[in-house]
């Protein structure tokens, strides 16, 4: 059985598809998605109509269909907020299918095949949350890679030692039934083996961030018990895609994520949460602790923000 595990697609269709066609050219039988399908691109409804067509395939919710889900209560006077147009956007133009469709997701699954369990969700807490091993956070990643490039080989290697040598990570490890762990959320592409436990991150197929342009999966191939793990990544038309998001409803409706999505769709750089990041530096310094950070915060942080420091 060969699976095509898939993740973070954020809008990006044209990624999306390039990606499918190359699956179907390396003879997967089935699909697994693992979450974040909308609110960076403008193309919100191709994405959900494609999954829901998708078959047979396994897919569960990721932190921003959770986003999608909260926004059903609130105002639509509360929907101006510069910061978080790009949610906003993805909640108003999914039609109302196909916003039932992500918010009823389950937010994990587990499969088995030959006796061999595989464990489905968006994101594992051993690799980003508890306990918070720094080498996988995103910017971290961006840290290193600027301070000396790494192929992806020595990536796997110092990812493996890093979690490894944590003593609470590698209880963890420990802790867990033998299987297949799935999981996305970082946009980074990593995999390892250990005891019995394959963990298996695909990488962004719609807004890489590890330094990659090219739309990121992995083929998991599992027979007689045995499991093996390819990682692919696909090109794509990315001035194609970059002119039709900056020709975008959602292009006038918030420029500056826009633009900020054009370049790490360009680079595979994380300009995404680099900004964020600025905005939330910028609001401690005003002594504003919470994000969405004020209007005046917002201003000041789009205004001090320098593209190239990426």
């Known amino acids: 059985m060969k699976y095509a595990i898939i993740s973070d697609t954020h809008g990006n269709y044209p990624a999306l598809t390039a990606t499918l066609d190359d699956a179907k050219t390396q003879g997967v039988n089935e699909y697994i998605l693992l979450g974040d399908y909308t609110y960076r691109f403008p193309w919100a409804n191709e994405i959900v109509d494609t999954?829901?067509?998708?078959?047979?395939?396994?897919?569960?919710?990721?932190?921003?269909e959770g986003y999608l889900s909260n926004l059903i209560s609130r105002k639509k006077s509360e929907m101006a907020d510069e910061q978080t147009k790009p949610l906003y956007w993805a909640f108003n133009a999914l039609t109302p299918e196909n916003l039932l469709?992500?918010?009823?997701?389950?937010?994990?699954m587990k499969i088995s095949h030959d006796g061999t369990d595989i464990h489905i969700a968006h994101h594992m807490d051993l690799f980003y949350y508890s306990p918070a091993v720094e080498f996988f956070h995103t910017l971290e990643f961006q840290k290193k890679m600027k301070q000396a490039r790494m192929s992806y080989d020595e990536y796997l290697a110092c990812g493996r030692e890093a979690l490894l040598a944590c003593p609470a990570a590698l209880a963890d490890i420990n802790a867990l039934p033998n299987g297949v762990y799935l999981f996305g959320h970082n946009h980074v592409q990593f995999y390892m083996e250990y005891e019995g436990k394959l963990f298996i991150n695909p990488g962004s197929c719609g807004m890489a961030a590890d330094w990659d342009a090219t739309a990121a999966y992995m083929i998991l191939e599992c027979t007689n018990g045995i499991c093996t793990v390819r990682a692919r990544r696909v090109k794509y038309d990315l001035n194609t895609v970059a002119d039709e998001l900056i020709n975008s409803g959602f292009h006038a409706y918030a420029p500056v994520w826009s633009d900020l999505i054009k370049m790490q769709l360009q680079t595979g750089k994380e300009y995404f949460g680099t900004?964020?990041?600025?905005?939330?530096?910028?609001?401690?310094?005003?002594?504003?602790?919470?994000?969405?950070?004020?209007?005046k915060v917002w201003e000041i942080a789009v205004k001090t923000w320098d593209m190239d420091s990426i």
């Open 101 to 108: 469709y992500l918010t009823s997701l389950p937010e994990t």
């Open 51 to 64: 999954l829901r067509n998708l078959k047979p395939a396994y897919i569960v919710r990721g932190n921003g």
């Open 275 to 295: 900004f964020v990041t600025h905005v939330i530096e910028t609001g401690a310094r005003l002594g504003h602790t919470t994000y969405p950070v004020s209007s």
